[in-house]
């Protein structure tokens, strides 16, 4: 995951993006929500005790991004009549989402790990 934010932070400066479309700063906030989770549940693995809710909300939160990033995505197709610029964005748009898809893969071995030391 947190190579996966350094590279998206890299591509940015590298792409001289410019102003931000809808979707981003929000698929942003959900990547830092759903990485507090992740540590959360990493914390509690080690007591083996409450670690389900994290897993659970950060399930919820991939949920959230899924769904920020469909419409953001419809968006910045409907909005954006640089092509370039387009293709920079969904760029971005999609490294963004894949970030929570792999967040809610380590909640989810961690839930795993936790539901086999139970």
Do not use: Y
Request: aromatic residues 4%; proline residues 3%; glycine residues 4%.
């Amino acid at each position: 995951m947190i190579d996966r934010i350094d590279a998206i932070a890299r591509r940015a400066h590298v792409l001289k993006l410019g102003a931000t479309p809808f979707g981003v700063k929000e698929l942003c906030e959900i990547i830092q929500h759903i990485t507090a989770e992740v540590l959360e549940g990493v914390k509690h693995l080690r007591k083996n005790k409450d670690v389900l809710p994290h897993c659970i909300e950060a399930k919820r939160l991939e949920e959230e991004g899924d769904a920020i990033f469909l419409e953001s995505l419809g968006r910045l197709f409907d909005e954006e009549t640089d092509p370039i610029r387009l293709i920079k964005w969904k760029e971005i748009l999609d490294s963004l989402e894949q970030t929570i898809d792999e967040a809610e893969d380590v909640a989810n071995d961690i839930e795993s790990i936790s539901i086999k030391n139970a």
